[in-house]
């Protein structure tokens, strides 16, 4: 029999599948599986997604001398598994079945090593609901994300994986404009600076660096340097995939950036932000019809949470079917509390399209905004979808003195409508990007 397992162990939802010791837990509790269920999830888990057929699993699972009916076996040891795993063959969540060819596992997994300190699952519940809430993007999740993580460091100071995750969460943090980028990054630096005393392979404080590098310090080189670090650690970590394909497209890189964000949906295939993103690589690549592609097939996998219905919205934007785009943005803003973030692409949207009030009544509502400064950015987007260039640039060099985040999005296809103002190029050079065509 062909052996199965590794030195390492895997997470999935509730699960956690340990490939050395053979055990397989929920929520911190051992489940009584026998030895084959448990050989045959590992070769699942294990093949990332890519089909095992049915031959490989009987030569993997049976000696040659076995003489067993192998197709009846195979069936009842799914269904075994099926049950533990609570999953259903009509509307799978986990194990998929290809007729008369083998099976497929469908959830994202996390690899874990076995090498690690034991995680007690009071810790281990926080942070699975932490990594939920940091999933959907949304203001409200983000801070609800960020408590959890912190819960999880109170019972446990010494969880590397809870450190990391608050690195991440405080970089959504910044990204959203929940919090001032002179608070939140350097809080995600020291969150994962403290992960990485730790683990130093916490993969996730290895991609929170090169966040901070990308968008607070602007510093592309040690950016990259810390996602290729991410991904030396663990080649399969989808985080990491996501985020340098956002360094790579800003950068120009666009091959490059299809291929990192392709590698990041292949490790975590039904992940919404991942879907979401490949449109916002198409977009940054000015190919505005695969972005609308990209962002309705993103939309099939959750219609309930606003990045699928901001980055669609946006690239119907770029190609004038502003009604599309109108109903797309509303979504977004709707879903994602009227954040800053998805109210500016609104606003530009309703200017675009001749509706001048609607958008003047987004800028009032943006400067008076908590954080002001957090907002200089989609105050010059909606200026300039208003035609206001003075305005724009004014508001582009207030968001370049607060190192606001998603000034590395300068040269994206709406702000590159500047190219032609110096003030526009003085900016591009200071943050140090390259420029691009409309």
Same mark, same amino acid.
């Given at each position: 029999m062909r052996a199965t397992g590794s030195e390492s162990g895997y997470t999935f939802g509730d699960f956690q599948l340990d490939c050395r010791s053979h055990e397989l837990r929920k929520r911190g509790r051992s489940l009584h599986v026998q030895r084959q269920p448990l050989d045959m999830l590992s070769l699942l888990v294990e093949a990332g997604g890519s089909v095992v057929t049915r031959e490989e699993l009987r030569e993997a699972l049976w000696t040659e001398d076995t003489h067993v009916d192998f197709d009846r076996g195979i069936n009842k040891t799914v269904n075994r598994l099926r049950q533990l795993l609570g999953d259903h063959v009509a509307?799978?969540?986990?194990?998929?079945?290809?007729?008369?060819?083998?099976?497929?596992?469908?959830?994202?997994?996390?690899?874990?090593?076995?090498?690690?300190?034991?995680?007690?699952?009071?810790?281990?519940?926080?942070?699975?609901?932490?990594?939920?809430?940091?999933?959907?993007?949304?203001?409200?999740? @983000?801070?609800?994300?960020?408590?959890?993580? =912190?819960?999880?460091?109170?019972?446990? *100071?010494?969880? $590397?994986? +809870?450190?990391?995750?608050?690195?991440?969460?405080?970089?959504?943090?910044? @990204?959203?404009?929940?919090?001032?980028?002179? =608070?939140?990054?350097?809080?995600?630096? *020291?969150?994962? $600076?403290? +992960?990485?005393?730790l683990d130093d392979r916490a993969v996730e404080a290895h991609t929170a660096l090169a966040d901070v590098y990308k968008l607070y310090e602007w510093d592309w080189k040690r950016a990259e340097r810390s996602y290729r670090r991410a991904l030396d650690a663990d080649p399969d970590y989808a985080g990491a995939h996501h985020w340098y394909a956002q360094l790579l497209a800003v950068l120009s890189r666009h091959q490059e950036a299809l291929r990192e964000i392709d590698q990041a949906r292949r490790c975590d295939p039904v992940s919404v932000p991942i879907n979401s993103f490949v449109s916002y690589v198409w977009l940054e690549g000015r190919d505005y019809r695969r972005a609308i592609d990209a962002g309705l097939e993103a939309l099939e996998l959750d219609s309930g949470v606003p990045l699928p219905y901001f980055f669609l919205g946006r690239a119907y934007t770029k190609v004038r079917q502003y009604s599309k785009a109108i109903a797309a943005l509303t979504n977004a803003a709707r879903l994602g509390n009227h954040a800053a973030l998805f109210e500016s692409s609104l606003a530009y949207a309703y200017a675009r399209a001749g509706q001048r009030k609607k958008a003047e009544r987004i800028v009032e509502r943006l400067n008076i905004a908590p954080h002001a400064a957090t907002s200089a950015i989609d105050i010059a987007l909606v200026s300039l979808g208003l035609g206001e260039t003075n305005a724009a640039l004014n508001a582009l060099e207030q968001a370049f003195a607060a190192r606001l985040p998603r000034m590395i999005n300068l040269n994206d296809p709406f702000f590159s409508e500047l190219a032609h103002e110096p003030r526009y190029q003085r900016l591009l050079a200071d943050v140090g990007l390259p420029g691009s065509p409309c």
């Open positions: 509307r799978p969540r986990f194990i998929e079945t290809l007729p008369k060819t083998g099976y497929r596992f469908l959830a994202p997994v996390a690899r874990v090593s076995t090498r690690s300190r034991i995680v007690a699952p009071d810790v281990r519940h926080a942070l699975t609901k932490a990594k939920h809430f940091w999933n959907k993007r949304t203001p409200l999740d @983000i801070t609800r994300s960020v408590e959890y993580f =912190r819960r999880a460091i109170e019972m446990d *100071a010494d969880c $590397a994986v +809870a450190w990391a995750g608050l690195a991440e969460a405080h970089v959504v943090t910044a @990204i959203l404009g929940l919090q001032s980028p002179h =608070r939140s990054f350097p809080a995600a630096k *020291a969150a994962a $600076a403290k +992960a990485l005393t």
